[in-house]
């Protein structure tokens, strides 16, 4: 079983950056697809970005493309988000999620069993 910790959130001003990790332990990384996904207030959490077991294939949601990148270090088990071109529509709490029992990157987040207790990013316009 893996454990997931976020680091990274915090405020914003539009037209900024922000690069968010994500810290496993307990568990064998590599073999884990990865994602983020976000809740925005009063709305369900949505499919941000994800990423395979060795990294070379990624996903992410139409409204990041362009402006988000995930990525992952294995050596460090550790999954990144880099956000930049940040717009109030960004703002939510980040969680990161795992999944070790499919052959596949889900782009849904209620197929990930493991997550992290989330981190708030917040845009200011």
């Known amino acids: 079983q893996v454990q997931l910790v976020e680091s990274g959130g915090g405020l914003v001003q539009t037209g900024g950056s922000l690069r968010l990790s994500c810290a496993a332990s307990?568990?064998?990384?590599?073999?884990?697809?990865m994602a983020w996904c976000r809740q925005a207030p009063g709305k369900d959490r949505r499919f941000v970005a994800g990423?395979?077991?060795?990294?070379?294939?990624?996903f992410l949601a139409d409204s990041v493309k362009g402006r988000f990148t995930i990525s992952r270090d294995n050596a460090k088990n550790t999954v990144y988000l880099q956000m930049d071109s940040l717009n109030p529509e960004d703002t939510g709490v980040y969680f990161c999620?795992?999944?070790?029992?499919?052959?596949?990157?889900?782009?849904?987040?209620?197929?990930?069993?493991?997550w992290g207790q989330g981190t708030q990013v917040t845009v200011s316009s």
């Open positions: 307990g568990s064998s990384f590599s073999s884990y697809v």
């Open positions: 990423i395979s077991r060795n990294g070379d294939t990624t």
């Open positions: 999620a795992a999944e070790n029992k499919l052959g596949y990157v889900p782009v849904a987040c209620d197929e990930y069993g493991y």
